[in-house]
């Protein structure tokens, strides 16, 4: 056989397979399958309410889900908890932090909690502060932290064991500019060097700048996916979300009274 011939496509770093969940009569997520290949950045695209952070939580372990499996490179993320969550980092949306305690603290706590040696926790810690933009709030209670310094430091966690795979529910809401690049720099270096990330986001630059697949979600249901150029179809990436997602046009009397003064 040719040393060049194409080989079996690699296997999905993330599978997701007819996840559903539902609460009460909403059906936050409904039979939603995606395959996540290895060295890919997705774009997870969606308006509000769509079911993004409900799809990346039962992805990620943080919300059971009624139907369908999450596998993070063949492990089941319900049925086999520890072998799943040793190969991501993750960055959840809303979610409490430990936020009594400073941010080298919380660093401090999710590296010992990853098994990782002290002086590397300290070592990574250091610096991961210090790229980003976090070293002088080090000692500060993340209680403290702007909402911005919060969705950094959670990234920061998220990053400290080195996982094959990132889940970060929109990671530069509330983040700066300065931030935001150095963010993206992290970002395509990790995927560069091989890992793979999954990151929701409501903006569609960003999704385009950075990421080489989309897939776009709206009333819980999987409406595209594939690479950018395949979502796209020759169109603006906004202009396809809003032909998929539909635009929802103001009734002519509606908010009359804002423009009556
Ligand atoms: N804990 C909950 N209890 C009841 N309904 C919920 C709960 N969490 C989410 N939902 C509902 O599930 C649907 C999907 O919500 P989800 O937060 O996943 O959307 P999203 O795409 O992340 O939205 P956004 O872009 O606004 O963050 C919405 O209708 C929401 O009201």
């Not at 990620?60 to 991501?88: H, I, N, Q, S």
């Not at 990053?159 to 529910?169: F, G, M, Q």
């Not at 395509?188 to 999954?198: D, E, L, P, Q």
Request: aromatic letters at 4%; a neutral charge.
């Amino acid at each position: 056989m040719s040393q060049h011939a194409p080989g079996p496509a690699a296997a999905p770093v993330l599978a997701l397979r007819e996840l559903t969940k539902r609460f009460g009569a909403t059906i936050a997520v409904d039979r939603l399958s995606l395959d996540v290949p290895a060295g890919s950045m997705v774009g997870l695209l969606g308006p509000n309410g769509a079911g993004k952070t409900t799809t990346l939580s039962m992805a990620t372990g943080l919300l059971r889900p009624d139907g369908g499996t999450a596998l993070v490179e063949g492990f089941d993320v319900w049925a086999d908890p520890p072998a799943a969550k040793a190969r991501m980092g993750v960055l959840p949306d809303g979610v409490r932090m430990f936020d009594r305690l400073t941010g080298a603290e919380l660093l401090r706590y999710h590296g010992l909690l990853r098994a990782m040696p002290e002086p590397e926790v300290e070592r990574r810690s250091g610096e991961l502060l210090a790229a980003l933009g976090l070293a002088s709030a080090a000692s500060t209670l993340v209680i403290d932290y702007s909402a911005g310094m919060r969705k950094k430091i959670g990234l920061a966690c998220a990053l400290i064991h080195a996982p094959r795979l990132l889940v970060l529910d929109e990671p530069f809401e509330a983040v700066d500019p300065v931030s935001g690049e150095t963010i993206r720099e992290i970002l395509r270096g990790f995927v560069a060097s091989g890992g793979t990330v999954v990151l929701s986001s409501h903006v569609m630059e960003l999704v385009e700048s950075i990421c080489d697949r989309v897939a776009i979600i709206a009333a819980g249901r999987l409406l595209a996916s594939g690479t950018l150029d395949e979502v796209r179809q020759g169109q603006p990436l906004q202009r396809r979300f809003l032909d998929l997602v539909g635009t929802q046009s103001l009734a002519t009397e509606s908010l009359s009274w804002l423009r009556s003064s």
